[in-house]
């Protein structure tokens, strides 16, 4: 139990160093396994025991977060919910973290994949839970309804996070409700 302890406190150093390094290099490729064993306070040998390299150490946090993101939207989002409530769930979620995320999202590592799987994780909750408003607009299709927001949602928070836009994450919300609106 106390190696699992070990790893765990461990792996949080390296993963709160490597957000730090982000947070004042603004890209992954100008982060070195020096700095961040120094800041980690570890050997690089304790480092490689765990990552391969910096890349790895990102990738999983990408993969926590779009894992997070699923259980999220499976958990909070109920069945037959409006948009709007479902977009307060998904937006309080982003909200939560947010300078990780942002850090994550303008970090140029893999950036397309992560938001393109964020799309089809908020696709499906979509498809499944929402209470849809506007079929006869997309010919009665879900799917297609489903994906047009989810699209339109990951656009606008590549958007925020990428620092294009002046919104908060409720601005971005109150404005997809206003496309909704618009299509009914």
Do not use: C, P, W
């Amino acid at each position: 139990m106390s190696t699992n302890r070990s790893v765990i406190r461990t792996k949080k150093a390296i993963r709160q160093a490597f957000i730090e390094l982000l947070s004042e290099k603004q890209a992954i490729d100008k982060i070195t396994i020096i700095e961040l064993t120094d800041k980690a306070n570890i050997v690089r040998s304790t480092f490689y025991s765990h990552y391969e390299d910096i890349y790895a150490v990102a990738k999983e946090i990408q993969s926590e977060i779009s894992d997070a993101f699923k259980d999220a939207m499976e958990r909070y989002v109920e069945k037959g919910n409006d948009l709007k409530t479902s977009l307060t769930v998904l937006m309080d979620f982003f909200a939560e973290r947010e300078k990780e995320y942002k850090l994550l999202f303008t970090s140029g590592y893999n950036e397309n994949h992560f938001f393109s799987a964020l799309k089809d994780s908020l696709s499906k909750e979509l498809y499944d839970k929402l209470a849809f408003e506007n079929v006869e607009f997309f010919n009665n299709d879900k799917m297609a309804e489903s994906s047009f927001y989810a699209s339109l949602i990951i656009e606008a928070l590549s958007n925020y996070f990428n620092g294009r836009s002046n919104s908060s994450l409720y601005d971005i919300r109150d404005f997809i409700v206003k496309v909704a609106d618009k299509l009914k």
